[in-house]
Structure formats: C-alpha cells, structure tokens
C-alpha cells in the first residue's frame, strides 16, 4: 500500500504541474477538481481499511535525495489515520469548489497549488526521515502561501499571505532545530535511528520545546496564532476549509509524532505544559470568536478553540503515559483524534457554507445579512448542522469527542504527580467554560446572520446556490449527524490509531454500533442514536401539538417591537450587542477592549455612533516588536549593498576566520 500511496501522490503533484496548461479550457476547474478528490478519496478510504484491518508497518527506502542516505517513507497506525481524516474530508470540500470556483473572478489562480497542497500534507505523513519530512512540510508551506495569494489583486490577501509566510519559515526553522536536537551528536535523522537513540534527557526536553513552538506555529496555537486569522478570511472559501479541515491537522500530526514516537520516554511536565497551552488557546480562541462580526474570521477564531482542545488532550494522554497509566492514555489520545475527524468536517461545512453566503450576498459582516433562513432555506439548515456541531451539542459529532475529552479529565485522579493533578482540573473547568463560550458565540453567530429580518439589501436578495456548492455541503452535513449518531465509525478508528501508539487497548466494549463507555462497564455512557431518536421525537411531537391547537399551517404578521410597529431591520438584536455582557466580563482586560460613543445632544438630527476596538495581544506585544526590530535590523544592513570592494574582501577575510577558529575550538 505504501507504493501505490506514494505514485498517487506523484499523480497529484502531476496534475498541480498540468494545471496551467489546462488554464485556458473552461472545463479545467472541474477536471482539476474531480481528479483531486477522486485521488483523495482513494487515499482516504484505502488508510482507514488498512487501519481497521490492522495491516503491519509499512516502510520503504529510495536511493536518492540526501548522499548516502536516501529517503524514507514509513506508514503506521498514526499516519494511516491522519490519512484518512484529511482524504476523507477533502473530496467533499472538492464537489463544493467546483461550483465555487466558477463564481470567482480568476478561478484557475489555485488550480495548479491545490493537488500539490495535498500531496506535500500526505507527504508529511510518510515521512520516515527529518529530511523527507521538513521538505514536505515546506512544500506545503508554499502551497499553501500561494493558495492564500490567489486574490492577489486584495491587499488583505496580500498581507495576510506574507505573514503567513514568515510565520511557516519560523515553524520551519523551529522543527529544523527540533530534529537536530533529537538527532544528537550521531546526525542520523532518520525516525528509525531516533526511537534507537539512547536515553538523551536535556537534548529530549530541548526537542520537546521546539517542537511545541514549532507545531504550534503551523496549528495556530495560541499566542502564535497570528497568522490564522488573517489567511483564513483572505483565502477562497473552498481555500480556508482546506486550511482547517487539513493544514492544521498536519501540524497537528507533527507534535504527535515527535512527542509520542521520537523522543522518547515522556516526562509529567511535558504533558502538563500542552494542557496548560491547549486550555489556555480553545478559551482564548473561542473569547476571540465572540467578539468578531467578520464571519470567516470567527471561524479561523473557532478553529484555535478547537487546535486547543486537541493539543489539551494530547498532553493529558503524555501525561498518564508519563505516569504509566496506558489505559488511560489511549482514552485521552483517542479523543484527541477522534476530535481531529470530527473537526475536519464540521469546519469545512462551516467555511464552505460561509463562501456560499459570501457568494450570494457579497458580504462577511454578519451585522449586515439576516433572514437568510427564508431566501436559502438548504444553507440556512446545513450551517445550523455545523454550528451545533461546532458548539459540542449532541446529537452532532463535535459532542461525542469534547465528551470524551472531559471523560479523561474526570480520570486524572489517578495521577501519580500533584501538580497534574491539581491542573487538569482547573484546566478542564475552563474547558467547561470554552464550551458554554462556544455555544453562546454559535447561537449569535447563527441567529443573526439567518433568523430576524434582513439587515441589508443585499441579504434581502439572496439565493439559494444551487449544484455542486449545495452537494457539498449536503456530504458535509451529513457526514457529521452519522458521526455523531454512530459514533463508532470516527471512534474505531481513533482506537485503533491509540493503539498502534501507546499499545493498549480502551476496556472491552468500550466502543459499540448503540453505546459508548469509554472507561468502561462502571463510567458513564453515551447512546448517540438513542439521544437522536429522543431529539427527533421530541421536535415530531411539539410539532403536531402546536398543529392540533394551532390548525393554520402558517400566519405571517409583522414583528412585535415593544408596542411600536418599526419596519426598520436596525432595531433589531445585533450582533455587538448580544456580545457586550461578556465583552465587558472577558474582553476589557483580555483584549483591552474600548468603546467609544458618540451621542449626539437633544436637537441634533444626527445618528448616535458607537465604536468598539479591540487589541490582540499577540500581536501587539509579539509580532508587532519583533517586525519593527526586523524592520530597523535590515535598515541598518541594508548599508552593506554599498560597500566598497576593498570593505567587501575584508569582511570576506575575516568571516573566515572566524570559522577557522570555531572549528578549532571544536576539535580540542
């Protein structure tokens, strides 16, 4: 499987370099498309049978790349299920870009990056060696930068692109530093050499850290999440699903595989950094999402709360492994990865729907839609699937993996150590709290953008997309009721991943078609298809009731305004305003949050005008000095271009002397 795995990825990097060629013929998007999931599919489904089925490692040495070593490929349990969570989400997306693209003024602009995209994440996958694995990661890196770049006309696009780019050259030098640690004084950066390295624990924890920061970079952990929120909402719809729903979980696939394969032995601090980090980032995150009026942006904010969950429960799953307690480390692994499938879908549902609203109406401000549940009845439904989905409400797959998370935060009792003990329960009261966050900011987001009236013209004018944007997001909606409904089929394969990592399995008939008790026969239990029927039955019976004592099918009147029969869409609810009581609460300090208004005096005509400015403080205080360090440095070097021959022969001199004397310092 591994062979014909790496020519499918040589047959997508094939068809990213016969994109241009195909340009011209109207029908490229469709083929270019059509072929990526197609290739997608097969990839996908090929991991998770060979998953299930419990195939034997794979690898595979080719005699070319770096001298005397070669590159080298490798396919295990855990690249087998990120293989099939990003292949398997990215056909969908790919029906739904089909008819996107040809809505977009310059659609073959991510042709060619697109096919070349997904085969550097599969590449990263198979990795074996630190070699093979930066270069996929890099080439990934591009390919995406240029995804981000294809509204290069769009000065947010612009921008949004570069700072992209620096921040994945930083993730790159990071992981490069990491791997150099893990490969020691021997140099061999092969994974094979590293799990036989002997026991190296100052060079382990340096490797640790940067691979933290290194991964984190890429994931959009926070505070290094800078780039995220930016790229998200400048790329093309079908662009920014592809972001979520797989770039991020190659990030993600990274710090898991240094952290649980390569370093070796973990320590209980390690886990308990990641805890601290993942809390603190889906909190944040979800804080951040609150606050926003730019739909795609509160989704990129979204998609930090959710990094955060997965990250949190990678390191609770590192520390009962530290503490030896492998049962309990395969639960928290297998809901770390549980939620990376279940986020692969719910997110791209919500990217593609918000590209389907954009489309329609031109706008991103949810302050200015409203009423789309009457004009797009189709989109209105789907997005309502990934909003509860993505708020952990059941009977949708967001739920069954943040439960899961919360049934291993229930368990750390059995911790050895104090400290974790003492913080994966304040840790996970703050999970609690993100999940009511993110409940609340889905509710807003959802119910003024689509119920209420129109806020604009343009809202009052939609239309419901019809073809491939409407299939796609159909597959993706769908996709997530039948995970949440039968669990099992995301949590086989969660398993059988924790498995091939830790060794252990979860207690017999932990995982069933009707129940799920993680923790066995004793601990609590969830019946995804039960608590639907229950739903569905509930919704049936209030409907024939009110039909018995309400015989009108349907009675439209105008909308009770306090007695006062305002036909203006301005007095309804707004999206600041159902914001402010915890704006006030969180972001005041948080965010520094100011608002400003302007309330003109009795007998001035003119409108009262509030202003509310917020501040990252990521960026403020991190990327907004470093740029300014960066730009003052290459100011003062930029003098070096004008140096006289002579000056240029000295500096050339006495380089290399220093060298000579570094070398010398090294062979005594």
């Known amino acids: 499987m591994l062979t014909l795995t790496l020519l499918g990825l040589l047959l997508l990097v094939a068809l990213g370099l016969a994109a241009p060629f195909l340009r011209p013929h109207r029908l490229a998007p469709r083929l270019v498309h059509g072929l990526t999931g197609a290739m997608a599919l097969a990839l996908g489904v090929a991991a998770a049978i060979r998953l299930l089925a419990g195939g034997d490692v794979s690898e595979l040495d080719l005699p070319f790349g770096l001298p005397w070593t070669g590159v080298h490929f490798r396919l295990d349990d855990l690249s087998c299920f990120f293989m099939a969570a990003i292949n398997i989400a990215s056909p969908m997306v790919m029906v739904f870009a089909d008819g996107y693209a040809r809505r977009q003024a310059e659609p073959a602009r991510a042709l060619a990056p697109l096919p070349v995209f997904l085969a550097a994440c599969n590449l990263v996958l198979l990795a074996n060696d630190a070699f093979v694995f930066l270069l996929a990661w890099e080439l990934m890196s591009v390919a995406t930068w240029l995804l981000v770049l294809a509204n290069h006309r769009d000065a947010e696009s612009r921008n949004a692109a570069f700072v992209y780019l620096a921040m994945a050259s930083l993730s790159l030098l990071l992981l490069l530093l990491a791997f150099g640690a893990v490969a020691g004084g021997d140099g061999d950066f092969r994974f094979s050499a590293m799990r036989e390295a002997t026991e190296r624990p100052a060079l382990a924890t340096v490797a640790v850290l940067l691979a933290m920061l290194g991964c984190g970079v890429k994931a959009g952990l926070v505070p290094l999440h800078i780039w995220l929120p930016l790229a998200h909402p400048a790329a093309p719809s079908h662009v920014s699903a592809l972001l979520s729903g797989v770039m991020v979980k190659i990030a993600l ?104 609203i954009h489309e329609a109406t031109h706008e991103r401000d949810i302050e200015k839609l409203g009423g789309l549940v009457r004009r797009m009845p189709y989109t209105s439904l789907f997005m309502l699937m990934g909003a509860l989905a993505a708020a952990g409400l059941p009977p949708l797959n967001g739920f069954v993996s943040e439960w899961l998370i919360l049934q291993a935060v229930f368990a750390s009792s059995s911790l050895q150590d104090n400290l974790p003990r003492l913080i994966v329960p304040l840790t996970g009261a703050a999970l609690a709290l993100t999940a009511a966050l993110a409940a609340a900011g889905f509710v807003r987001a959802f119910g003024i953008a689509f119920l209420g009236r129109p806020r604009s013209e343009a809202a009052a004018k939609a239309v419901e997309p019809t073809g491939s944007m409407l299939t796609g997001l159909a597959l993706l909606a769908g996709s997530c009721l039948v995970l949440g409904v039968f669990p099992v089929i995301g949590l086989k394969l969660a398993e059988s991943a924790a498995h091939g990592v830790v060794g252990v399995d979860l207690p017999a008939g932990a995982i069933g078609w009707l129940f799920v008790s993680p923790l066995g026969s004793g601990g609590a239990a969830y019946a995804g298809f039960f608590v639907f029927l229950a739903i569905l039955g509930m919704a049936l ?98 003098a070096l271009q004008f140096l006289s021959i002579r000056r240029y022969l000295s500096l050339m001199f006495a380089a290399l002397v220093t060298l000579l004397l570094i070398v010398a310092a090294g062979q005594q």
């Open 541 to 638: 019976g209030v409907r024939a009731f009110l039909g018995r004592i309400w015989p009108e099918r349907r009675r439209r009147a105008a909308a009770w305004d306090c007695g006062f029969p305002d036909p203006n869409p301005a007095t309804q609810y707004t999206a600041s305003g159902y914001s402010q009581p915890l704006r006030r609460v969180f972001a005041t300090s948080v965010f520094q949050a100011r608002e400003t208004v302007d309330m003109p005096p009795p007998g001035d005509a003119r409108p009262a005008h509030l202003e509310v400015r917020l501040v990252d403080p990521a960026w403020n205080w991190g990327a907004e000095p470093v740029r300014r360090a960066i730009e003052a440095v290459t100011l003062r070097l930029n």
């Open 253 to 356: 696939y990274g710090l898991a595989r240094i952290l649980f394969d390569l370093v070796g032995p973990p320590v209980w601090w390690w886990g308990v950094t990641l805890v601290v980090a993942g809390a603190l980032s889906a909190l944040l995150g979800i804080l951040y999402a609150l606050m926003q009026r730019d739909l795609k942006r509160l989704l990129a904010y979204s998609t930090i709360e959710n990094v955060g969950l997965v990250v949190f429960a990678l390191g609770l799953s590192l520390s009962f492994r530290a503490n030896e307690l492998f049962d309990l480390s395969a639960l928290a692994l297998a809901a770390a990865l549980a939620h990376v499938l279940n986020h692969a879908f719910f997110k791209s549902l919500l990217f593609c729907g918000a590209g389907v």
